[in-house]
């Protein structure tokens, strides 16, 4: 990826002492992380380990990880929420990667492979929670750790539910229009610091989700399957999340758009190489 991606390109603001968790209440807040985590990693496992597949598992624990997380990002000594709509953009990662990693393990992981699987979500679930709550705090000295672990499970939603969609032979209208809500939402999360307008970032938000409709609807005509078409719509959410990031964060410049170049080509080439030798 390039160097410049926004995984790594934020404002770092000035350092705090204060970070969260440490201050008196904070570390009883953060201690239930690992138990909601606990949580999700019970009912994945009983989802894709359960024949015939529950869809009801599923929604369940989706639910369970919303209101959970609401809980844990609500009780941050620093913020200020006081609806849900104050608490929603943090909602997005914990309760999209609940359902795409359901989703995707369910489809993919067969026998011993499910331990591992659950396992390694489990700790990507804890890793996301953790840094939700950090990032109420901008100023925390992990602040830029936790925004590189969320852009990280951000873009490995979004490649669950692309795979999923072109996978389970969803309609095309249904498919494109589920992978452009998803991708609207997740682009919510990856400019929710770069823009302070939220209006604004809404906007960029929905041309993302559009554009990669569009890519989905492109994939109709494009003999690709599997991963090979989760990859191309990922390429393409990743390069126009990265430039719109950039845009907003007023660093885009003829040197970054060379680097999203070369990444677009690179991952061209592995599509069409994965196509090839297919």
């Known amino acids: 990826m390039a160097t410049t991606s926004p995984l790594l390109e934020r404002a770092i ?155 389970f032979d969803v309609d095309l209208i249904p498919a494109a229009f589920a992978v452009g809500l998803v991708s609207m939402l997740l682009s919510i999360e990856v400019f929710r610091e770069a823009e302070a307008d939220p209006m604004r970032a809404l906007v960029f938000a929905a041309v993302i989700g559009v554009i990669v409709a569009e890519a989905r609807w492109v994939l109709y005509f494009i003999p690709l399957e599997g991963f090979l078409a989760g990859v191309f719509i990922l390429l393409v959410f990743y390069l126009t999340t990265g430039v719109i990031s950039h845009y907003l964060n007023e660093h885009l410049d003829r040197a970054v758009l060379a680097e999203f170049a070369l990444v677009t080509a690179a991952g061209l080439a592995i599509v069409i190489g994965g196509r090839v030798l297919a």
């Open 13 to 167: 603001p000035p350092l705090r002492d204060n970070t969260p968790g440490l201050q008196p209440g904070g570390a009883s807040r953060v201690g239930r992380i690992p138990l909601l985590a606990m949580a999700f990693m019970v009912g994945l496992a009983l989802f894709i380990t359960i024949n015939p597949v529950h869809p009801w598992i599923l929604l369940v624990l989706t639910a369970l990880m919303a209101l959970g997380a609401d809980g844990i990002i609500r009780r941050h000594p620093h913020g200020e929420f006081h609806t849900v709509a104050d608490t929603a953009p943090y909602l997005f990662v914990p309760v999209l990667f609940t359902l795409s990693a359901g989703l995707f393990l369910e489809d993919v992981v067969l026998g011993y492979w499910a331990a591992p699987a659950v396992l390694g979500t489990g700790a990507l679930m804890g890793a996301a929670l953790y840094a939700e709550h950090v990032s109420v705090e901008p100023r925390s000295e992990q602040f830029p750790l936790a925004r590189f672990v969320l852009n990280v499970v951000t873009y490995l939603t979004a490649f669950g539910f692309y795979a999923v969609v072109y996978g």
